[in-house]
């Protein structure tokens, strides 16, 4: 069996909704403290829902995958939507990623949260903070594996 799916290999060479979205209303950007690869997701939200969202992956092929499955799994979805996405439901979605490569699906669900996060800090919107990663008390970034940048 091929290590790589062939929707992997598919989003990693023809990646969607790559670039910036200069005027956006979130902006994500976590980085990986081990590879040191980084992730950044603008999205645009109207009325609760995703109407349009980029990415730009300064990383590894299956990070990049990973960010452009998300990308095409959370467009046009509402907020509450976007957050329930997990590594897990993108890794599927690619269908797998090696065992050694699952951190790099780690990436893209941050990188929703810290977007979607940005959205709410720049819009006074009440939230629940526990639902996100906070750099202080964030067991990953303690493991040394997930940070945010
Ligand atoms: Fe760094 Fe994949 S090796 S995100």
Redesign the pocket.
């Given at each position: 069996m091929a290590l790589y799916s062939e929707k992997v290999f598919d989003h990693f060479k023809n990646p969607r909704n790559v670039g910036e979205i200069p005027d956006a209303d979130g902006i994500g950007e976590v980085g990986?403290a081990?590879?040191?690869?980084i992730?950044k997701m603008y999205l645009k939200i109207d009325n609760n829902i995703i109407t349009d969202v980029k990415f730009e992956t300064f990383?590894?092929g299956?990070?990049i995958a990973s960010s452009s499955m998300a990308t095409t799994m959370i467009k046009g979805k509402t907020i509450e939507e976007a957050l329930a996405v997990t590594n897990k439901d993108v890794v599927e979605a690619l269908d797998g990623l090696p065992a050694h490569?699952l951190?790099?699906s780690v990436?893209a669900e941050e990188s929703i949260k810290s977007a979607v996060q940005d959205y709410y800090e720049k819009n006074n919107i009440p939230y629940d903070k526990s639902k996100f990663p906070v750099l202080e008390d964030c067991e990953a970034c303690d493991a040394g594996q997930v940070r945010m940048v």
């Open positions: 990986n081990k590879c040191g690869d992730m990383g590894c299956s990070a490569k951190h790099c990436l």
